[in-house]
């Protein structure tokens, strides 16, 4: 099974919906993040959080919120969709302190989401 | 925050030919530089990292070199094969970030022709 895995994996949706992205993980890292994939932008961070008490803003915040439910699971909603966040969402994780010898994050398989 | 530039944005190569990919960012107080591949219809996955304190790290095929002082640094792909066709992300991670944040340049996408 995977370690990191995110449901749905593909979803198509309408203007003003609300819609509610999970990621579940098996690697007992503490460490989440939800990064946003579209075509000549590369990752960008949505949100990452430190442990279950813990969350943060990453640079593209608005228009998103999260949950973090328990150490392996962070969901990422869409309060009201919109055409602009069409994209491909990963979720990841991560465990060591920056200053041990580990800082891989790993990837979910990612969902393909449009928004009509 | 830390700025992660990266080119070419796309490179198409030669099976057996070499394939570089080049980055530079903008804080002198970062410490950290993994590479990710990501295959199509897959996650990211890290390939290499390297940290300040070294200037070159070789794993078979593949070698990253790193200029701290031109805060620049580079992926080295030898005798490249098409299973190497992927998009290949570079990123940096400053010293000061105690969640292991990391700043993602905006992709390569590699094709290797047989």
């Given amino acids: 099974d995977a370690d990191v ?5 593909n979803r198509i949706t309408k203007t003003g919906k609300r819609i509610m992205l999970e990621c579940s993980q098996t690697k007992g890292h503490d460490r989440m993040y939800w990064y946003r994939q579209d075509p000549g932008l590369g990752l960008r961070l949505i949100y990452y959080s430190f442990d279950v008490k813990d969350i943060n803003k990453g640079e593209i915040s608005d228009g998103y919120s ?7 699971k962070f969901s990422l909603s869409l309060e009201s969709a919109i055409p602009n966040q069409t994209a491909l969402y990963f979720c990841a994780t ?11 994050q790993f990837f979910g398989p990612g969902t393909r989401l449009t928004v009509l | 925050g830390e700025n992660v530039e990266q080119h070419p944005s796309t ?9 570089v990919i080049k980055c530079t960012y903008s804080d002198s107080a970062s410490n950290y530089f993994p590479w990710y591949k990501q295959e199509l219809g897959k996650g990211p996955q890290l390939i290499i990292d390297i940290r ?7 794993d078979q095929r593949i070698a990253v070199t790193l200029n701290k002082t031109a805060k620049h640094f580079s992926l080295h792909i030898t005798e490249t094969q098409p299973e190497d066709s992927a ?11 105690t969640l292991g944040r990391l700043y993602f340049g905006r992709g390569t996408q590699l094709t290797v022709w047989p």
């Fill in chain 1, 5 to 9: 895995t995110q449901t749905p994996r």
């Fill in chain 2, 87 to 97: 998009v290949y992300f570079c990123a940096a991670r400053d010293r000061g970030s």
């Fill in chain 2, 52 to 58: 300040s304190n070294v200037g070159e790290k070789k």
């Fill in chain 2, 11 to 19: 490179l198409s190569v030669q099976e057996g030919d070499s394939a």
């Fill in chain 1, 94 to 104: 991560s465990d060591a302190l920056p200053g041990t010898s580990s800082n891989e």
């Fill in chain 1, 66 to 72: 999260v949950s973090r439910q328990a150490q392996a």
